[in-house]
């Protein structure tokens, strides 16, 4: 799954499944968290945006939930850096994705 760009001070949701050894687990107990940067090389408490996923929900089946909301778009608009992490309750860490996207100037204020 590839996120797609979406406008700086709106609304993104989407969801994602897990899945290790061609397997879905339950993540339910685990922590999916995101993260958007200008620069990789920053620190990740300067990140532009972070967003911890919703696995109470589905997480039995293997899907985070992503609710980003508008206040925490609102960014300056270009590209940045993401990465979807997966925190396992024991400590393991995965990472599950990673990319480029843009974040679009708006015409609204």
């Given at each position: 799954?590839?996120?797609?760009?979406?406008?700086?001070?709106?609304?993104?949701?989407?969801?994602?499944?897990?899945?290790?050894?061609?397997?879905?687990?339950?993540?339910?107990?685990?922590?999916?968290?995101?993260?958007?940067?200008?620069?990789?090389?920053?620190?990740?408490?300067?990140?532009?945006?972070?967003?911890?996923?919703?696995?109470?929900?589905?997480?039995?089946?293997?899907?985070?939930?992503?609710?980003?909301?508008?206040?925490?778009?609102?960014?300056?608009?270009?590209?940045?850096?993401?990465?979807?992490k997966w925190t396992k309750s024991g400590g393991d860490v995965h990472i599950l994705e990673s990319g480029i996207i843009n974040i679009l100037d708006r015409v609204y204020d």
């Amino acid at each position: 799954m590839a996120l797609t760009d979406f406008y700086q001070k709106t609304t993104k949701n989407f969801s994602i499944t897990v899945t290790f050894n061609s397997a879905t687990p339950d993540i339910s107990s685990d922590t999916v968290t995101i993260a958007f940067k200008s620069q990789k090389s920053l620190a990740d408490a300067a990140a532009e945006i972070t967003s911890t996923a919703d696995v109470a929900t589905a997480g039995a089946t293997g899907v985070a939930t992503f609710n980003i909301s508008d206040e925490n778009t609102n960014v300056q608009p270009g590209k940045y850096n993401y990465e979807i992490k997966w925190t396992k309750s024991g400590g393991d860490v995965h990472i599950l994705e990673s990319g480029i996207i843009n974040i679009l100037d708006r015409v609204y204020d």
